[in-house]
C-alpha cells in the first residue's frame, strides 16, 4: 500500500518538473525584438571609386539594427536574409557572443561579399532580413 502511494507520488513530482521545465522554455523563447533600418552599400565607396578595390574598399555590406522589445536579455539570435534569390540564416549566440539587454539596440554589420560571395563588380544586391521564414 506504501508502495503505491509512493510511486503516485513519484509520478506526480516528475510531472510537475516536467510542466515547469516545459514553461521555462517557453518563456525563454517569448523573446520580442524588431529588426529596422536594414541599409545595402559598398565598404568604402570612396576609395573604391578614386582606388579599385584596394583593401577590400569595394565589398558590398549592409547593415540593420536589432532592437529587444522584450523584458529578457537577448544572448542568441538568427535572423533570416534573403539575398537576390537566395535565403541564408545567420545566427549569433553560439561562437560570436551577443547580449542586448531590453529596450537597447544592437547594430550588425554583415560582409555580403565574404559571407554570401556577392561579387564586388556586381550591382547593389537586393537584401531583405526576416525574422523568421
Given amino acids: 500500500m506504501i508502495k503505491i ?6 509520478r506526480l513530482f516528475f510531472a510537475v518538473i516536467l ?3 516545459h514553461l521555462k522554455n517557453l518563456k525563454a523563447d517569448n523573446v520580442s525584438y524588431v529588426i ?3 541599409e545595402v552599400f559598398k565598404r568604402n565607396k570612396a576609395s573604391c571609386n578614386r582606388l579599385g578595390d584596394i ?3 569595394c565589398q558590398w555590406m549592409t547593415k540593420f539594427v536589432v532592437t529587444n ?10 535572423i533570416f536574409m534573403q539575398v537576390n534569390t537566395k535565403t541564408f540564416e545567420l545566427c549569433y549566440g553560439k561562437t560570436k ?11 550588425f554589420l ?3 561579399t ?3 560571395k556577392v561579387p564586388n563588380e556586381s550591382e547593389k544586391p537586393f537584401v531583405k532580413i526576416m525574422s523568421e521564414l
Fill in 5 to 10: 502511494y509512493f510511486r503516485r507520488i513519484l
Fill in 69 to 78: 522589445k522584450g523584458k529578457d536579455k537577448i544572448s542568441n539570435i538568427c
Fill in 19 to 21: 510542466v515547469c521545465m
Fill in 97 to 107: 557572443r551577443i547580449s542586448i539587454k531590453p529596450n537597447a539596440k544592437k547594430t
Fill in 55 to 57: 583593401y577590400d574598399a
Fill in 36 to 38: 529596422s533600418k536594414p
Fill in 114 to 116: 565574404e559571407l554570401v
Fill in 110 to 112: 554583415v560582409n555580403l
